[in-house]
């Protein structure tokens, strides 16, 4: 058995953005790397070479299983594993684990999750539920904010239904490749502030498609490339809390998984809501693949 600052196992949560991997004993995070090397810039077949130049060291010289979970094991990644149903809980997730031999090691690649949502479609997640299980947060709505925001419904140990909103994508893409990257300036990052708020109360006055066009003609009347990030930024997140909080009845609160600059944003756009914040530790993703890896060592 690990003692305290014995390592047993590599945690890696592999986004659409980022890798972050961590070397872990039982549940407590001893040591951690990033890379800007999410699978949404790695090239077919580069996989396996960026996930050794994050964590080779620790895999030469600890010689433990390494376990991906994330967009790391979807058609994307280095992977590919199958979808678990809702509910879900860290044992279902234990039991869908696709074990294999990597550069000397048993590689763990887990499941993703899936809910029905109605009329034969449906949604998909791969990661937030792990920071979930690893985030010890309060029954209720959990948000976890990105690229690809999920919505999630949490009855611990459950994992109920859950729904995705393009919020960070759709940011980057209408922030750089439309008409409105002239209104914006290349570093200027949107924060917190009046035009932000005002622009999520005004998104629920008409529909965000007519709305975006209002940052362009901010622009022509004097608005700076500052005011316009806020502005975009606010109207996008906004459209998403406006309607993710009709579809999660309105709660009084919510929890919140999200880096420091985002999480500043969705409190402020939950303040205009009247809706209060939890924030959860940014590592919790490492506690979740660290609790299913224990659970399937149980079976």
């Known amino acids: 058995m690990a003692t305290a600052s014995s390592p047993d196992l590599i945690a890696v949560d592999w986004g659409t953005t980022s890798l972050r991997a ?7 995070v001893l040591d951690g ?26 895999v030469q010289h600890h010689r433990v299983p390494v376990a991906v979970g994330g967009m ?14 809702t509910p879900t809980d860290a044992a279902s997730l234990a039991a869908g684990v696709v074990s294999m031999h990597w550069r000397g090691v048993e590689l763990l690649a887990l499941p993703g999750v899936r809910v029905d949502s109605g009329g034969g479609r449906f949604d998909v997640m791969r990661g937030e539920e792990l920071e979930i299980l690893g985030s010890n ?15 999630v419904w949490w009855d611990p140990p459950v994992i ?18 439309t ?10 990052r949107a924060r917190p502030g009046e035009a932000f708020r005002a622009a999520v109360r005004e998104v629920a006055e008409s529909s965000l498609v007519h709305q975006l066009f209002s940052v362009r003609t901010e622009s022509l009347r004097g608005a700076d490339a500052q005011q316009c990030a806020d ?25 919140l998984v999200a880096a420091a600059e985002l999480a500043a944003l969705y409190r402020e756009a939950f303040g205009v809501h009247g809706v209060a914040v939890e924030v959860i530790a940014a590592d ?16």
Request: glycine share 12%; aromatic share 6%; with cysteine.
């Open 22 to 28: 961590y070397l872990m004993s039982g549940c407590e």
């Open 33 to 58: 790397v990033q890379r800007d090397s999410g699978v949404g810039a790695i090239a077919a077949g580069a996989h396996d070479a960026v996930l050794w130049d994050a964590i080779g060291s620790w």
């Open 72 to 85: 790391g094991t979807s058609s994307v990644g280095i992977v590919e594993t199958p979808y678990v149903d």
């Open 137 to 151: 947060c309060d029954p209720g709505v959990v948000v976890l904010a990105g690229s690809h925001c999920k919505w």
């Open 160 to 177: 109920g239904e859950f729904r995705t909103y393009l919020t960070g994508e759709l940011y980057a893409a209408t922030s750089t490749a």
């Open 179 to 188: 008409l409105l990257a002239r209104s914006l300036a290349e570093g200027v």
């Open 231 to 255: 502005r975009l930024a606010g109207l996008i997140i906004g459209a998403e809390v406006l309607d993710a909080l009709e579809w999660a009845h309105r709660p009084r609160s919510v929890s």
């Open 284 to 299: 919790a993703a490492a506690r979740g693949i660290a609790r299913v890896i224990r659970e399937r060592g149980g079976r």
